[in-house]
């Protein structure tokens, strides 16, 4: 079965500073879809950004970045340039392709100070 | 981006009522959608899958009879917990999921609190 570890419970970052996110993941399967999920005070689940699993290039978005390591099974994040509304609980997800259920880490609460 | 809005955000009831919870995506047409539980300060727990027009499938440990679910159209799905104990307050979430099954947008969730 597929596994989602974030090793992380909590993380901080000053602001502006930069910082990363660890997520690591077991699978048996070479085509899938990983996630990062923001969830504010709000609860919100905010998708922040997806990787393919065929694709080399790591995704971006904006302040946003991935770095996709697949013969280690490692999808982490970096959040550049951290700003106080960045602050949420962060949850590595992944998807194996053509259906089936999204499989969540733990998740990484990340507190900035400003 | 695609929306899916999540009725009601709050919701008190007594022991023994049945609270209905509706979700709904509002720009796409979602082929599957998915119910979620949520302790406080916990990932998000999957407790089924909806598929329209046919029955749910469940998670090992949810009862079906419990939290019944509806997906009636391509835009509507609603999960019903029966007879609600305060064991069953806690946070739920529902997603949709449109043609590309590769990504689940997020209801803004419901607070089921049972006195």
């Known amino acids: 079965a597929q596994t989602v570890t974030q090793s992380q419970p909590e993380m901080s970052v000053q602001e502006a500073e930069t910082v990363t996110l660890s997520c690591t993941y077991d699978?048996?399967?070479?085509?899938?879809?990983l996630f990062w999920y923001k969830q504010p005070p709000s609860r919100q689940m905010i998708l922040v950004i997806r990787q393919e699993a065929y694709k080399q290039q790591n995704a971006t978005e904006n302040r946003f970045s991935v770095n996709f390591q697949k013969a280690a099974k490692s999808f982490s994040l970096k959040i550049s340039d951290s700003q106080l509304g960045d602050a949420a609980m962060y949850f590595c997800?992944?998807?194996?392709?053509?259906?089936?259920?999204?499989?969540f880490g733990q998740g990484t609460e990340l507190s900035v100070k400003p | 981006g695609a929306v899916v809005s999540q009725h009601p955000s709050r919701v008190i009831c007594k022991s023994g009522t049945s609270v209905k919870i509706e979700c709904r995506s509002l720009?796409?047409?979602?082929?599957?959608m998915f119910w979620y539980r949520q302790f406080p300060k916990k990932s998000l727990m999957l407790m089924a899958t909806s598929n329209e027009g046919s029955k749910a499938t469940y998670e090992q440990g949810v009862e079906k009879d419990k939290f019944l679910i509806n997906h009636a159209s391509l835009t509507l799905s609603t999960l019903t917990v029966t007879s609600a104990h305060p064991e069953d307050s806690s946070f739920y979430i529902c997603?949709?999921?449109?043609?590309?099954?590769?990504?689940?947008?997020f209801g803004a969730g419901t607070r089921l609190s049972v006195l």
């Open positions: 997800a992944y998807k194996h392709n053509q259906g089936g259920k999204l499989i």
């Open positions: 720009d796409f047409q979602a082929t599957t």
């Open positions: 997603s949709a999921s449109p043609t590309d099954l590769n990504i689940q947008y």
């Open positions: 699978t048996s399967e070479s085509d899938y879809y």
